[in-house]
């Protein structure tokens, strides 16, 4: 179905057509000089995305799970203990993954809808005396549940534990969405890709690599040969790529750092609050509930909403995309059918985002959910008619 209406799922999110032109370009020698400049430039102005100063930006054709990949085998050793909390999917994938590697996962189980455990990460970090835990690994954005966690009381407990561990954090669905303060909440290795905030297609992990975690790798022994992290910086050192690079993303990810600059990042993030805080005032105009448990964990890009009891979430967005032609997320894991869920990040505006809470409406009060109808909108009018901000750029 061809279809002009933007997706409301939390990525791959919406592309605008001057990111779509971007990465139309023909085939071109990627040995040639002229790919050789465009690469170093881009590797250096994602830098800025990230917030660091002091860290390296690693690449790799791959979505956010050759990311995770790629953070764990280039810095830990089979059987490497490695400390996380399971709080919804992607949480749980990427503990599946550390797994499936032979590493030693120590797994903190928190209800869904909570975030990342400071204080029990502390307790645990202090009780490890021998420091056999290597890493920590976080989920920033937990996309199953849209809960945004706080990286820096993370890095706060494990300081106050005296720990060493790595810091690794997933930030697939909330870089160049939400800020991320890699070099202030001393992180080791971030993992993004290219589908969520940059607004491109899928296609490149995007990882900032620390020096510490550099300095890990020297030793680190699981296997890597595709996401060695040592090819790819020795290759782009010199402007080149280990095999053949995403070209097409590449000139993406350029235009792509450019549309945020323009915007400016304060203003970025500023956007994705405004657009989030109005989907959450059309969830309790209906007398909904969000997945987040409590104001501090609201995820800027995505809100995970309960639909009532005796209501089946996934017929309410096949509905929507039916009927309508929208295209909202599933609820996932624990949350199927029991939930559905409003991406608000990347290419949006306040008449976008209307668009798509006008249309969850009409389909929740065609299968006779307890709202009332135009409730919703009405309440994210109010928001975006009394909060300054840029309205009419996509990004
Ligand atoms: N981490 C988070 C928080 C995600 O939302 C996703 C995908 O939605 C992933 C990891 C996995 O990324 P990908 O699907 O690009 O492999």
């Known amino acids: 179905m061809s279809n002009q209406n933007p997706v409301f799922i939390p990525g791959p999110t919406n592309i605008p057509d001057r990111l779509r032109l971007a990465m139309q370009v023909q085939t071109q020698d990627h040995r040639a000089p002229d790919f050789v400049q465009t690469f170093a430039p881009v590797l250096e102005d994602t830098k800025k995305v990230f917030d660091t100063a002091t860290a390296q930006i690693v690449t790799f054709p791959a979505s956010g799970t050759g990311g995770w990949e790629a ?5 830990l050793s089979p059987g490497d203990k490695v400390l996380i909390a399971r709080y919804g999917v992607f949480s749980h994938r990427w503990i599946d ?84 303060e890699f070099d202030r909440w001393g992180v080791d290795i971030a993992v993004s890709g290219s589908q969520k905030g940059f607004m491109l297609a899928t296609g490149m992990a995007i990882l900032c690599v620390s020096q510490k975690a550099l ?16 090819d790819m910086m020795a290759a782009n050192a010199t402007g080149g790529f280990p095999y053949t690079p995403p070209l097409q993303l590449i000139y993406g990810l350029r235009e792509s750092l450019k549309m945020l600059f323009e915007e400016g990042l304060p203003n970025v993030y500023a956007r ?47 509905h929507a995309f039916n009927t309508y032609g929208m295209s909202f997320g599933v609820g996932l894991g624990q949350l199927h059918g029991k939930a559905f869920r409003i991406g608000h990040l990347g290419s949006l505006t306040d008449a976008m985002v209307l668009s798509g809470l006008c249309t969850i409406e009409m389909a929740m009060a065609d299968l006779s959910y307890p709202i009332t109808l135009g409730s919703g909108v009405a309440a994210a009018q109010e928001h975006f008619r009394a909060t300054p901000g840029n309205r009419t750029e996509a990004a």
Request: net charge negative.
């Open 71 to 75: 953070a764990i085998t280039n810095t």
């Open 97 to 180: 993954l550390c797994t499936r590697h032979g590493l030693d996962v120590q797994v903190i189980d928190c209800p869904w809808g909570s975030g990342a455990p400071a204080d029990q990460f502390q307790t645990v970090l202090t009780g490890d005396k021998a420091h056999e835990i290597r890493a920590v690994l976080v989920t920033h954005n937990e996309t199953a549940t849209g809960v945004l966690s706080d990286i820096g009381a993370v890095r706060r407990a494990m300081d106050a534990a005296n720990h060493p561990a790595l810091l690794m954090v997933d930030c697939v669905s909330s870089l160049a969405s939400v800020p991320f």
């Open 215 to 230: 300095d890990a790798m020297e030793t680190a022994e699981l296997h890597r040969t595709f996401f060695d992290f040592r």
């Open 272 to 318: 994705h609050h405004r657009l989030a805080e109005g989907v959450r005032r059309a969830v309790d105009a209906w007398g909904l509930e969000l997945v987040a448990q409590s104001p501090d964990l609201y995820s800027d890009t995505v809100s995970a909403i309960y639909v009532p009891e005796g209501f089946d979430s996934n017929i309410l967005t096949d």
